[in-house]
Every structure is written in structure tokens, then in C-alpha cells.
């Protein structure tokens, strides 16, 4: 759960320096709504994988799998608020947000590999 809030934290930094430095012509307004809804979906996939890992990890898997259904079917409902409400350009708030997707879901896994290859 540390790295993801540290890799978020620098996110964070990156996404204000770009604003400050007026390099934000690729970042949406709303990008930041993006990062703190994938900061809360990080904590929590991270509490159910912390349930799914107790009792010896017999229903590590199952956990798991919920947690890949559950944030696919929440960022859906994320992107499908903020379309029907209207945005300004949605194109660059679905890019921005698969972006941030593809990005957490690498980490992940490389999280994920990194504890199973040492078990």
C-alpha cells in the first residue's frame, strides 16, 4: 500500500509541475478527480486482497478476481458520470483515464509478481 500511495504522490507532483509549467495541453481539468478516484479504488483493492491473503491464502484467487471485476465495473460507472453530467472535451478526460488505468494495473501486477516470486 506504500508504494501505490508514493507512486500517486508522484503522480500528483508530475500532474502539478506539468500545470505550473503550462504543459498541461494534455491533461484534462478533471485529472484530478481521475487520481483520487484511483487512489481510493488502490485502497480498496488493497483491503480485499489483505482479506483474500488471510487463512492461508486459499481464497487468494477469488479475492483477486473480485477486485479486477469490481474495478472495471467501477471505473464504468466513473466514466459514465462524468460523460453523462458533460464534459468539455471527452476524449482527453477517457484518454487521461485509461492512461491512469493502464497505469495502476501495471503496477499492480508488478506488485502482485514481486510478492509471489518471493513466496
Known sequence: MLRTFIATLLLGIVFF???Y???DS???PYIWYI???FAG???FQHQLMEVGLRNRRE????F???TIAGRIVLSLIFIGVFLYRGLTDSFLFVTNFFALYLFYTCF???GLYRNLRRD
Open 41 to 43: 479504488l488502490s485502497f
Open 64 to 66: 483477486y478476481m473480485a
Open 108 to 110: 499492480e501486477i508488478y
Open 26 to 28: 494534455i491533461l484534462h
Open 59 to 62: 481464497k487468494f484467487v477469488t
Open 35 to 37: 487520481l483520487a478516484f
Open 17 to 19: 509541475l506539468a500545470r
Open 21 to 23: 509549467f503550462h504543459a
